[in-house]
């Protein structure tokens, strides 16, 4: 797998990571995620994320964008997490 192989973009913030990304077969998105997955200062970013597979095109994307954001999704509050608590995350059920 070459990184061209792979387009899309990645946001990663204080929060998480949100990603979309593309490749022309499973093959190669699913080297990609295991090249993700080797990298040491990921591995707490992405410990349990579920991916979604999705059959889709590859060309939604002319290149593979990576970037540091304050927040995935802007909304002013750029301290989640104060005196280095963690922000629980909430299931379904309980968003409800």
């Not at 998105?29 to 991916?51: C, H, I, K, T, W």
Request: aromatic share 8%; charged share 25%.
């Amino acid at each position: 797998m070459s990184p061209a192989e792979v387009t899309g973009k990645i946001r990663l913030a204080r929060e998480g990571i949100n990603a979309t990304a593309a490749a022309s077969d499973a093959t190669t998105m699913n080297a990609f995620l295991s090249f993700l997955e080797r990298e040491p200062d990921l591995e707490q970013a992405l410990y349990g994320v579920d991916y979604k597979l999705e059959p889709g095109c590859a060309h939604c994307f002319e290149t593979l964008s990576v970037r540091v954001v304050d927040e995935l999704c802007p909304f002013g509050e750029v301290n989640l997490g104060v005196d280095g608590e963690c922000v629980q995350s909430l299931t379904p059920e309980e968003w409800k």
